[in-house]
């Protein structure tokens, strides 16, 4: 504990840390000043002093009493999320049941069973032990059953989580990988899907900082330096809106506000375009003071005048007025060419419309009071209980959680005109079982837009469908290639899991005929090593195989040994088998023994692994080794497509691990040039890298086009400094635009 006190970012006394905690509470209560009720302040009071008191001895990694954690997840839950006094008393003690003594008791003695029914709900959450898999993705599915009972246990969560991302600094290197991860993969696009797009942005932004840092680190600084031009800019350009919105009687706010980091990098990636090519690096907001009855007509008034000012891209426009998304956003966008020939985006809005777009859900009930609509809110909580409640595994449910509920959703039509909201990616299939299951099943294609098509075509925005049925149809094992929501899924593998157990019963059938010819009991000992020894997850997955004729039962007597009444294998002779170190690509050069890489707490001479072919690292890369089943080790790196996914999911399984220092052994990665059509181009690249870097090449294709040229090298190199190195040196030459590394499995 004394180590941590002496971290150089925490050195309060004893007295100073109690004046800390009690200016920090009394910022909370300066919060929560317009919601407090007689007798309010009483009980905040109380709860305060219970969760000082339970947490009294206890200090976080940075060394500063834990007690301020509580108060700043209750700052974030009024400030940041609208909250009220009921969520400000759980927030200040959802770590008590958990971490201390306190228990669920002494709660609702003191404040009810409201209030002790979500803490509860946080408890449950966050009482899972990190011991398998499944109990990992437990801990998610867990959070969606306490979110159908009560939200405000999911807002909490939130604000625990973004609190803890925000003190991330005191953890160790693996820690702020496995929590990075879990935050990027469930928490942000959770966050995201609640409505709280601020805290959703700054998730993912803390994220990045710690998952891929150089980046992060590199972005930062120019978005740093580029500040002044840009607020020069974002200036001039909002001058004329204010003056315009003036003189046509609107009264509003008009503002720029810059991208996120972790946007404005998707945006690099998905373009393939440097930092200096992101043109909208900041949105303009503007946002209206204007009753309800007249909001759509005056966004639409203030965008028909933004437009006479500046030209529109009419592919840019985004009318979320018509057809809010699910989680309540409503808003216009649009991307105009202001001077300079920048495109700029610029959102339109009401006052009641961003309090929303800011808090979300918490702000979605404040609107709702005194109306009776089920909200899209509603609706998407139904959806989540119809989903719980099928028969899954946790780790299939968090998939297809995250396909189905917490994608960008699109807007379909019935024939009759009603409208369907479907996750991005959505079928005809995933259609027809959105209608009804009965039609799922019999579906055998789709009319869309009076256009037929197969089950499996894909659906976009304003889509109208009718589907087409056959009573002679019935669900296939490859369906399940084409659907992503969790509806079409469930009842597509209950519908197959019917069929399979009725030709099952014919298998089984055989099975005990065939044991009784042997002299074999059919007893359930008999047929789990039967199941073991032909690698089958069930007995009926083995009664299955013998009705297709996959498992022949003839050879169950020159395979197995009848004694008494019992199945038993004969023991092979076994040789000791020797363990190799793992070897480097057949393509490589051979080299002395291999060690490159320190796998913690093991010597990697005895430890066999591979490196992932989903990212190829090299020495240097920030990696991380993943235990697999079968497969042993596996390094990937932290910024693997695949990394977030299985560091959320498996964080147990993960082993921190760095490269050792060595010169002797190269690895296989591979570069992607893009530049001007020239004589001699290939030459001087060929030159650079064989010639001045003596770099092996391994491959070289290249494409030339209406005067550009695409080049795709696959070379060896020692570690990540070799190989930046290399690109710098290329972007150099005349004529290069663009050097990229692989990220995928292509090289």
Not at 21 to 45: D, S, T
Request: with cysteine; net charge positive; aromatic share 8%.
């Amino acid at each position: 504990m004394e180590a941590d006190v002496k971290t150089p970012k925490y050195n309060l006394s004893e007295e100073e840390e109690k004046k800390e905690i009690v200016r920090q509470y009394r910022a909370l209560l300066r919060g929560l000043k317009p919601k407090l009720k007689p007798g309010h302040r009483e009980l905040l009071r109380l709860a305060f002093e219970m969760a000082t008191d339970a947490h009294k001895t206890m200090r976080r990694k940075s060394g500063e009493p834990y007690i301020l954690h509580p108060i700043s997840v209750a700052r974030i839950c009024v400030e940041e999320i609208g909250l009220g006094v009921r969520s400000t008393i759980c927030a200040l003690l959802h770590d008590t049941v958990e971490d201390t003594d306190l228990t669920l008791e002494d709660i609702e003695r003191a404040f009810g069973g409201e209030i002790t029914r979500i803490i509860d709900g946080l408890t449950k959450i966050a009482n899972v032990v990190d011991t398998n898999t499944t109990q990992q993705a437990e801990n998610f599915k867990k959070i969606l059953v306490t979110l159908t009972d009560d939200p405000r246990v999911i807002l909490i969560k939130l604000a625990d989580r973004l609190h803890n991302m925000r003190t991330l600094d005191s953890m160790k290197r693996e820690k702020q990988l496995k929590i990075s991860s879990e935050t990027v993969y469930v928490y942000a696009p959770l966050a995201h899907r609640m409505g709280l797009y601020t805290i959703k942005t700054e998730m993912e932004d803390l994220a990045m900082k710690y998952l891929e840092p150089d980046i992060y680190r590199e972005i930062a600084r120019k978005l740093a330096e580029t500040r002044r031009e840009r607020t020069r800019y974002i200036n001039e350009f909002i001058r004329p809106i204010k003056e315009g919105l003036e003189k046509a009687g609107l009264k509003a706010e008009v503002y720029g506000r810059p991208k996120s980091i972790h946007s404005i990098w998707n945006k690099m990636k998905k373009k393939g375009v440097a930092f200096e090519e992101v043109y909208d690096l900041f949105a303009i907001r503007v946002i209206l003071e204007t009753p309800p009855e007249r909001e759509k007509e005056d966004c639409w008034k203030a965008y028909s005048m933004i437009t006479d000012m500046y030209t529109p891209s009419p592919e840019r426009l985004r009318d979320w007025l018509s057809n809010p998304k699910s989680n309540g956003y409503e808003a216009l966008h649009t991307t105009v060419m202001g001077s300079q020939g920048k495109w700029v985006e610029v959102q339109i809005r009401t006052r009641r419309m961003n309090e929303i777009a800011e808090k979300g859900l918490a702000a979605h009930w404040k609107y709702k009071e005194g109306t009776n609509d089920e909200s899209r809110f509603d609706k998407w909580f139904t959806q989540i209980r119809e989903a719980l409640a099928q028969d899954v595994s946790s780790i299939d449910f968090l998939q297809d959680f995250k396909t189905s509920f917490l994608a960008e959703e699109i807007y379909v039509y019935t024939p009759k005109g009603d409208v369907k909201m479907l996750p991005v990616g959505a079928t005809a299939l995933d259609f027809a079982f959105s209608v009804h299951s009965v039609v799922g099943s019999k579906c055998i294609g789709a009319k869309v837009n009076h256009k037929l098509v197969p089950i499996s075509h894909k659906l976009r925005s304003g889509d109208q469908i009718e589907i087409i049925t056959s009573n002679k149809q019935k669900p296939h094992e490859d369906w399940l290639n084409f659907v992503v929501t969790t509806k079409a899924k469930s009842k597509i593998k209950d519908a197959l899991k019917e069929e399979k157990r009725k030709v099952a019963s014919e298998g089984k059938y055989i099975l005990q005929r065939r044991l009784e010819s042997i002299g074999a009991a059919v007893s359930q000992a008999n047929i789990e090593e039967l199941t073991s020894f032909y690698k089958l997850a069930s007995p009926l997955d083995l009664y299955y195989q013998i009705a297709v004729k996959n498992i022949d039962l003839k050879e169950l007597k020159e395979e197995f040994q009848v004694l008494g009444d019992k199945l038993v294998l004969p023991k092979p002779v076994k040789t000791e088998p020797e363990i190799k170190h793992h070897e480097p690509d057949i393509n490589r050069p051979a080299h002395k023994k291999e060690n490159e890489l320190i796998i913690f707490g093991e010597s990697s001479d005895r430890i066999v692994y591979t490196l992932a072919n989903c990212c190829k690292p090299i020495p240097g890369d920030d990696v991380f080794g993943f235990v697999s089943t079968g497969k042993g080790l596996i390094i990937h790196r932290t910024n693997c497509p695949n990394a977030a996914r299985l560091m959320s999911n498996f964080g147990h399984r993960v082993v921190k691990t760095k490269w050792a220092k060595n010169k002797e052994i190269s690895f296989l990665t591979g570069l992607k040039i893009v530049g001007l059509d020239d004589v001699g181009v290939i030459h001087k690249i060929t030159n650079l890298v064989s010639g001045e870097l003596k770099i092996n090449i391994a491959a070289l294709t290249v494409e030339a086009k209406e005067g550009l040229f695409e080049g795709n090298i696959k070379l060896f190199v020692h570690d990540k400094e070799e190989l930046d190195k290399l690109v710098d040196r290329l972007k150099k030459l005349p004529g290069i635009e663009a050097v990229e590394r692989y990220d995928t499995d292509t090289v």
